[in-house]
């Protein structure tokens, strides 16, 4: 569907990419970036050289650092800042959101202290209804779709037609949105893989190989769908492209910061000296904190993302991280 007029808040590497997956799809589409320099490199040399080195972005795209310019007329709003921003960006754009414009979040974490998703920030902070916003997720690493790698993802909306039209915009000849209306499976599922990732990154790190890995991948999987489905998610969406796909995605890639922070953890890093290391949002680390407060509320077992926030907090040796509870001696169903 060309020719909608649609924006993104947020010029990182996620919300750069999908404004070049938005642009090669046809839609007119305007950046807004914190920083002024980096919109006006955007801007004038069609570059983002510290999140997308070496990507050329399409000629059309638009860039400022002014949100008044950038929300003006917008048929669509795509969010992708760090999630523990969320909520004080959004402050600004609610007077200048177009009435009738649907918001997507691009954005997987959990927000610290409230525990709410992104969506569920969004619709209190921009006073928009559920019709009005779509959650997009997926195996999305940003720097291969920026290369133009074939990928696919999923928009979920509550409003099924919502989706679509997102779906519609979001798509291209090397990325491919389908719909679904769980946005709880679909944006759970985001948030969930990351931590996934993280334990994968330590036992990477620590120098264990393919079966741990794979163990993990395994009981993560599981562990994300009994968590997504005791808050309202079908199985099915975590079967899929938002669950095992961007766990398979995150997990294999050297790519995912997610990953890459784990690795430096099991390396023997402690959790402030990756923080120093990262200069890119690797959400696990923020979300480890709000999804075992959730899980406590709602008695679901979590002993992968529970021995992660013990590497975090530096109580468990990276080393001594094991796909399932060691302290239960007898066997459990799978
Ligand atoms: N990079 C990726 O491959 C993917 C990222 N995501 C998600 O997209 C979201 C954004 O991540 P990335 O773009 O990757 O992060 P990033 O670290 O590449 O970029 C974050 C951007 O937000 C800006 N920023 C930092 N603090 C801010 C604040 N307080 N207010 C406004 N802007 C601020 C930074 O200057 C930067 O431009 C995250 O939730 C992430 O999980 C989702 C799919 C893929
Ligand atoms: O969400 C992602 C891939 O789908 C990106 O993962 P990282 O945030 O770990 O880089």
Redesign the pocket.
């Known amino acids: 569907m060309s020719g909608q007029r649609v924006a993104v808040l947020?010029?990182?590497?996620?919300?750069t990419t999908f404004a070049k997956i938005l642009a090669d799809g046809g839609a007119d589409v305007a950046v807004w970036?914190?920083?002024p320099e980096l919109a006006r490199e955007i801007r004038e040399s069609k570059r983002n050289s510290d999140?997308l080195p070496g990507i050329n972005l399409p000629r059309s795209l638009w860039a400022s650092s002014r949100l008044d310019e950038v929300l003006e007329g917008r048929e669509q709003v795509y969010v992708?800042?760090?999630?523990q921003?969320l909520r004080?960006?959004l402050a600004a754009v609610r007077a200048l959101l177009p009435d009738d414009a649907v918001v997507v979040s691009?954005?997987?974490?959990v927000e610290k202290g409230t525990r709410f998703r992104m969506s569920e920030v969004l619709e209190q902070e921009l006073g928009v209804g559920p019709e009005r916003i779509a959650v997009a997720s997926g195996p999305?690493?940003?720097l291969e779709i920026a290369r133009e790698q074939p990928t696919a993802a999923v928009i979920a909306s509550e409003n099924h037609d919502t989706a679509t039209r997102v779906a519609l915009v979001a798509t291209n000849p090397y990325f491919r949105s389908f719909v679904n209306t769980d946005v709880i499976g679909t944006e759970f599922g985001g948030v969930l893989k990351n931590l996934i990732a993280v334990a994968i990154g330590i036992v990477d790190g620590v120098g264990y190989g393919e079966n741990t890995k794979a163990s993990i991948i395994t009981r993560g999987l599981a562990e994300m769908t009994d968590f997504a489905v005791a808050f309202g998610a079908q199985a099915d969406t975590l079967r899929g492209l938002a669950g095992l796909g961007d766990l398979i995605a995150t997990c294999g890639s050297s790519l995912s910061r997610n990953n890459t922070a784990g690795r430096l953890l099991g390396q023997g890093y402690s959790f402030s000296e990756v923080i120093k290391q990262m200069n890119?949002?690797a959400?696990g680390l923020s979300s480890v904190a709000p999804v075992l407060e959730l899980a406590l509320e709602r008695g679901v077992e979590m002993p992968i993302v529970s021995q992660v926030a013990e590497v975090l907090a530096g109580t468990l040796a990276p080393r001594d991280i094991a796909p399932h509870l060691t302290t239960d001696p007898m066997p459990q169903g799978e």
């Open positions: 947020g010029a990182g590497s996620w919300g970036a914190r920083r999140y992708s800042v760090p999630s921003s004080e960006n691009l954005m997987k974490g999305n690493l940003a890119q949002t959400e």
